[in-house]
């Protein structure tokens, strides 16, 4: 069963923009906080961005004020506007639920590659 589908990703040249979409099952997202996550070659995965249900976000300092994490309860949907892209932003980012100690089986995540 496929729980999260990642989208958006591309190539960027820095400075540029990116939106990547997660749809998510409606168990988990009706359920959990959600998070976005990324993993650069050669590095662990690391937190980018949650959001709950509530509304309350928080991002991982380097992207602050860059990223901006938002979530659509009719469409089961969280996305990750991007922009001023960096070459250190490049990655695979995923998504999964976040907050709770415990993740899903990732699904395949959306390649970011920032470059001139």
């Known amino acids: 069963q496929v729980l999260f589908v990642e989208s958006g990703g591309g190539l960027v040249q820095p400075g540029g923009s990116l939106r990547l979409s997660c749809a998510a099952s409606r168990r988990i997202f009706n359920s959990y906080a959600m998070g976005w996550y990324r993993q650069a070659p050669g590095k662990s995965r690391e937190t980018v961005a949650t959001?709950?249900?509530?509304?309350?976000?928080n991002y991982v300092d380097r992207v602050q004020g860059r990223f901006t994490i938002s979530r659509d309860d009719a469409k089961n949907t969280v996305f990750l506007q991007m922009n001023s892209l960096k070459p250190e932003d490049t990655a695979v980012y995923y998504c999964?639920?976040?907050?709770?100690?415990?993740?899903?089986?990732w699904g395949q995540g959306t390649l970011v590659t920032v470059s001139s």
């Open positions: 959001i709950t249900s509530s509304g309350s976000i």
């Open positions: 999964n639920r976040a907050l709770s100690g415990y993740f899903e089986v």
